[in-house]
């Protein structure tokens, strides 16, 4: 079955470490997002990438890094410059980045501070 | 940006229709979206309109387009316990440097 996978689901974090997430899609998709919801809060997006090798910050990137190497990974890493890690993590891919065409999300990763 | 709006809260009784208010702040978007999240999990896309129509259905969802007024509703009909969740609505910025833009989402309880 074709879909977007995050793991691990949940993540624990040192102060001052740096810690890697997860996404991998076999959509065949060519843009995948990182978005970060808080309680309450609605999806903030981090980091958005509309084709391999190319990334762009959304609305709260500070803190925040992305690599896009291959088509079917786009890993998030919190770095320890991100004060206020804790957080509901999502990661979702669309078949183009216009918009034009719906995103599909994975299951999340919850991170939180040990 | 400007905020997409939501209602918090609704409450209803099973079997009664929901309706799921969202104001949106763009008159170019294309797509609007509805989207369902589950305690725990990721977004589930629930339905779509494109933004020359009125009204699309669903089954048991009805999307209703009020492009004048920038307003985006979502009718269940025949609400049951398994519709308890988070509802987002969401519009195309396409002019904007986030792609997708969600309200802060509607928490549906349904009351046996």
Not at chain 1, 3 to 25: A, M, W
Not at chain 1, 71 to 81: H, I, Q, R
Not at chain 2, 83 to 103: H, K, Q
Request: charged residues 20%; hydrophobic residues 30%.
């Amino acid at each position: 079955d074709g879909g977007i996978t995050q793991s691990p689901k949940y993540l624990f974090r040192k102060e001052g470490q740096n810690v890697t997430l997860s996404c991998e899609q076999n959509l065949n998709h060519d843009a995948m997002y990182w978005y970060r919801q808080d309680p309450g809060q609605g999806l903030r997006l981090i980091y958005y990438s509309q084709i391999v090798n190319d990334f762009q910050k959304g609305d709260i990137a500070e803190g925040y890094s992305v690599s896009r190497e291959k088509k079917e990974s786009f890993p998030l890493t919190v770095t320890s410059a991100q004060k206020n890690p804790t957080a509901f993590y999502l990661c979702a891919s669309s078949y183009d980045g216009t918009g034009n065409q719906p995103q599909h999300f994975g299951d999340g990763t919850r991170l939180s501070i040990l | 940006g400007e905020d997409v709006e939501q209602s918090l809260f609704l409450s209803v009784r099973e079997g009664d229709s929901s309706v799921i208010n969202c104001t949106y702040t763009d008159s170019s978007s294309t797509y609007l979206y509805w989207y369902k999240q589950e305690p725990g999990a990721g977004l589930q896309l629930l339905t779509y309109i494109f933004s020359n129509m009125d009204m699309k259905q669903d089954q048991r969802l009805t999307v209703l387009l009020n492009k004048k007024d920038k307003h985006l509703s979502l009718r269940i009909a025949d609400t049951q316990t398994g519709d308890s969740a988070i509802y987002f609505c969401a519009e195309i910025r396409p002019s904007g440097n986030t792609p997708l833009v969600f309200g802060k989402g509607t928490r549906l309880s349904v009351i046996a």
